[in-house]
């Protein structure tokens, strides 16, 4: 790692240290915020769920995308397709907030082996959900700085764990969505 690159990944550490606590906290404290309990006069945002999980959805295969191009020498592409997964990734933390912010949350209905499903699926879910922010932060920052090989070694745990997250997040929408109001 030369000097400049090494100086490019500094700049960015203590941001990423940051992002790593406060989106979770934040994400925490916010979900136990309900404006209408608060007497606000807002709409619950009831139409959300279905358009965050469609844009988990959407991240999963623009990750499988960018790995297509990466491994085909498609480099540009794939810096695309990470923005675009990033950006995908920071929509749907936005849409989960507003949701939670202005409706009451719902209750998994299934019984029996099927609710232990449900909830190893939300739990794994949610803890690599918060495990994958510094991830994706230093896989990012790596590449900034143009230390590709750092980068690579980092992007191939980055990879399956935030996969599993977009692709979980689907599978708990649609174990849930018969429960919504």
């Known amino acids: ?23 979770p906290i934040a994400v925490a404290a916010l979900f136990g915020v309900n404006l ?13 769920p279905p358009i965050y999980a469609s844009i988990n959805g959407l991240t999963a295969v623009v990750l499988m995308a960018a790995l ?18 990033i950006t995908c990734s920071v929509m749907f933390l936005v849409m989960y907030i507003a949701y939670h912010m202005t409706s009451d949350s719902t209750k998994f209905g299934g019984e029996g082996a099927i609710r232990y499903v449900y909830y190893f699926i939300l739990i794994t879910h949610i803890v690599l959900s918060i495990i994958v922010i510094p991830f994706v932060l230093i ?37 849930i969505s018969p429960y919504y109001n």
């Not at 297509?68 to 997964?85: D, R, S």
């Not at 750092?150 to 764990?161: G, L, Y």
């Open 36 to 48: 209408r309990k608060l007497g606000y006069d807002v709409e619950p945002l009831t139409f959300l």
């Open 139 to 175: 896989t990012y920052v790596r590449a900034l700085a143009k230390s590709f090989d750092r980068h690579r070694k980092i992007a191939k745990i980055t990879f399956p764990i935030w996969l599993y997250v977009a692709i979980t997040g689907v599978i708990v929408y649609l174990m």
């Open 68 to 85: 297509w191009a990466v491994k085909n020498k498609k480099l540009q592409l794939h810096e695309n397709l990470m923005k675009f997964a």
């Open 1 to 23: 790692m030369n000097k400049s690159t090494s100086e490019v990944e500094k700049k960015y550490n203590k941001w990423i240290v940051i992002l790593s606590i406060v989106i």
